[in-house]
């Protein structure tokens, strides 16, 4: 017998406890028998199936049922069960998590109200509804995708090349498999649906990265399966992500595990050395305008008497590319005007030594942006203002592009500064911050 009940999160953390426990213990509100299937639908603000599970025991007692306490986030409904009734115990079969399992789509396909208490799947002439036949049908295309999955898993994660280039995906019952690894900007997606096989390079806000890769298909695609059809680029126009999309040919006498093996590895090894070159070619711009910057400034006679932080907002500075690489204009009197605040001094340490400037007699500090400008796009306002430039010395300023230990360096003026930026709209996490410098 197949039936449906329902779950409230905010009762019982029951995600937390099918991921933690071998089984549930359920309140027994039904004559379930061993052997049922109970799907459990997620009230608000879910609203959706999200597990299947089996009966594997009935009528139990207080004494005989799991210790799930810590999983009851109202307590009063727990110490209330635990006082009446006789429970059931489930295990999980799957997690299914479909977005075509809500209450919407079973509405559509005839359930009349909510679900509350437990229903069962077939009618009273032992017929199944037409909104149960659409929860068996979709549920069981998922458990089919999840074992092609599970096929892939144990043919690619035994060999340990693949093994240590990848980390497994909770994602076996949907339609794309995750292949996560150690990059914080870009990832593969593997696509196995009705209509197409596939492997997607994702990249993570990072648009000029993806702009960088676009220009550069010759190395992404090196040693990449001759089989391939095409690339086709997915535009978005939101900085969530960008991706490259490599199809599979059907009609290839490569089977799609062995091509999807072969080919998330030479992407992997492609995008390493075009993330390597990117990254060099972004240090490179931005050491660069820096040193235009400090030389522009060096130049000057006259800086002014003092600057205070003001609560004016900035839209983001216009971009171009050159090269590939975002160019964002800059205002030289905002680095200017952060070297005063500063009182000339460096931030890292205020007693580092300085040395007079060429041509004034102002102490020599550079001018350097905390979070990089070249990452203009994940925010909405101008990073190119005077809470986000520090004023460092020399050794300081290197050892920011260069050093090992530029992160300890990194970490002081984002203290500092990260309630200023706040107020001006920019928020960032310092695990952020120093993944923009590579960390």
């Known amino acids: 017998m197949e039936w449906i009940i329902s779950a409230n999160h905010s009762i019982y953390n029951y995600n937390k406890a099918f991921e933690e426990l071998p089984y549930i213990d359920w309140r027994q509100n039904a004559n379930y028998q061993i052997g049922d299937k109970l799907y459990i639908y997620a009230t608000r603000p879910t609203k959706a199936i999200e597990f299947l599970t089996e009966v594997i025991a009935i009528n139990l007692n207080q004494s005989e049922i799991i210790n799930d306490s810590k999983y009851w986030v109202n307590t009063d409904e727990y110490n209330k069960g635990i006082r009446q009734g006789k429970y059931v115990r489930l295990k999980l079969t799957k997690k299914l998590n479909a977005n075509n399992l809500t209450l919407e789509n079973l509405h559509k396909h005839g359930l009349i109200g909510n679900i509350q208490g437990p229903r069962k799947l077939i009618d009273d ?55 996560f690894f150690e990059s914080k900007e870009t990832h593969l997606v593997a696509k196995n649906t009705s209509t197409h096989k596939s492997l997607e390079v994702y990249i993570n806000n990072n648009i000029s990265l993806y702009d960088f890769m676009l220009a550069h298909l010759d190395i992404l695609s090196y040693k990449i399966n001759e089989n391939i059809d095409f690339y086709s680029i997915a535009e978005s126009n939101n900085l969530k992500h960008r991706k490259l999309i490599i199809y599979y040919n059907e009609n290839s006498n490569i089977p799609f595990n062995q091509w999807l093996f072969d ?67 800059r205002d030289r009197q905002k680095s200017i005007n952060a070297i005063v605040h500063a009182n000339f001094q460096c931030e890292i340490d205020n007693m580092h030594r300085t040395f007079i400037r060429k041509k004034s007699s102002i102490p020599y500090t550079e001018a350097h942006h905390l979070i990089p400008l070249s990452y203009q796009d994940y925010f909405e306002y101008s990073l190119d203002i005077e809470e986000n430039i520090v004023s460092l010395c020399s050794n300081c300023h290197n050892e920011i592009h260069y050093g090992i230990n530029a992160c300890k360096l990194i970490e002081k003026p984002y203290n500092e500064r990260k309630e200023l930026l706040r107020k001006k709209n920019i928020e960032i996490t310092i695990d952020k911050l120093l993944s923009f410098y590579g960390y």
């Open 125 to 179: 002439l032992g017929s199944y509804y037409p909104w149960a036949s659409y929860i068996i049908e979709t549920s069981n295309r998922i458990m089919q995708q999840h074992e092609k999955w599970t096929d892939f898993v144990e043919f690619a994660f035994k060999k340990e090349e693949f093994r240590n280039s990848f980390r497994k995906s909770n994602t076996l019952n949907r339609s794309y498999y995750d292949l």
């Open 263 to 329: 080919n998330a590895l030479a992407l992997k090894k492609n995008i390493k050395r075009l993330e390597k070159q990117y990254s060099n070619k972004l240090d490179f711009h931005i050491l660069t305008e820096e040193c235009a910057i400090n030389n522009s400034i060096s130049s000057l006679n006259v800086f002014p008497d003092n600057f205070e932080y003001d609560n004016e907002l900035f839209l983001a500075p216009e971009k171009f590319v050159k090269n590939n690489i975002p160019i964002y204009k």
